[in-house]
């Protein structure tokens, strides 16, 4: 077997480099300009090393009967991990990916191909506008994992694309967004109140450290127009490896306190994560 070895490349949106897991045969970390974007173990796509990307799929595991094929959008592509994984988990389901990282996208196909048969279909393009070209009721899924370096770009947080993600889904769809934030949450809490404007349920999955303001660190927005069962995804998020909480209903509330949707025009990034917060060395 020829040792694998690390691929950099300089991509649409920085420099993004493909460095192999000592630990595991096929495994591969994708980062760009030193942030960890992606894992992916190209023999086993169900596992998910990232705790954010176990979090998102615990409630892709959740939100319907297993293996129950599932329309997917995916705003934000990296490696693929979302996809290789509902493709493994779910067989049939119909994926779409948007990235905006044209270069991103040739590198990652090129070296971590998708199986045959994984019903993924890749667009290179902007989220925003692609998702505003989508049809209406299209998707069962909608989750979004769209970062420009390490922050959220600011059209991808605000009232407009909300409304356009709440279009794109089904009556009984699920949207999913990665974020980050830290104490006092300024980012966050605008968000909740931001899909609260547009969805009649909320959920979050953070750690206790993140939630308690001890630092900076990754949440997982759940947003739909039907009541969610949260019970099983409770069970699996805190039998975790690195546990988490997920909170709803009043806590959701309370923590959402004076924030108020946030309006295209005064759109802002996220916060830019403290020095070495998501780095690799």
């Not at 077997?1 to 420099?15: F, K, S």
């Not at 595991?24 to 030193?34: I, P, Y």
């Not at 191909?113 to 667009?123: D, I, S």
């Not at 009232?159 to 006092?184: C, F, I, Q, T, W």
Request: aromatic share 6%; hydrophobic share 45%.
């Amino acid at each position: 077997m020829t040792e694998a070895i690390p691929v950099t490349r300089v991509v649409d949106h920085g420099t993004a480099k493909l460095m192999p897991d000592v630990d595991r045969e096929r495994a591969w970390l994708l980062t760009v300009d030193g942030a960890p974007q992606s894992y992916v173990d190209l023999d086993a796509p169900t596992h998910l090393e990232f705790e954010y990307a176990r979090r998102l799929g615990y409630v892709l595991d959740t939100v319907a009967e297993p293996g129950r094929p599932l329309d997917v959008l995916h705003l934000g592509g990296g490696a693929l991990t979302l996809p290789r994984y509902l493709a493994a988990a779910r067989p049939g389901s119909r994926q779409d990916v948007v990235e905006a990282d044209r270069g991103l996208l040739e590198l990652v196909t090129e070296h971590l191909p998708l199986p045959e048969g994984a019903g993924v279909t890749l667009h290179p393009a902007d989220a925003r506008a692609w998702l505003e070209t989508a049809p209406d009721d299209s998707a069962d899924v909608l989750i979004a994992d769209v970062f420009g370096g390490s922050r959220v770009p600011a059209h991808l947080t605000c009232l407009g694309y909300a409304r356009e993600a709440g279009r794109v889904l089904r009556p009984d769809g699920v949207y999913l967004a990665n974020l980050a934030d830290s104490a006092p949450f300024a980012f966050l809490r605008s968000q909740l109140a931001t899909f609260a404007a547009v969805f009649e349920e909320l959920a979050l999955i953070a750690e206790p450290g993140v939630l308690r303001g001890r630092r900076f660190g990754n949440a997982v927005l759940i947003a739909s127009h039907q009541p969610l069962d949260l019970a099983p995804l409770v069970r699996r998020t805190a039998s975790d490896a690195f546990p988490a909480r997920v909170e709803h209903g009043p806590s959701v509330r309370d923590f959402i306190g004076t924030a108020h949707p946030v309006r295209d025009e005064e759109a802002v990034p996220s916060p830019v994560p403290p020095e070495g917060a998501f780095g690799v060395g």
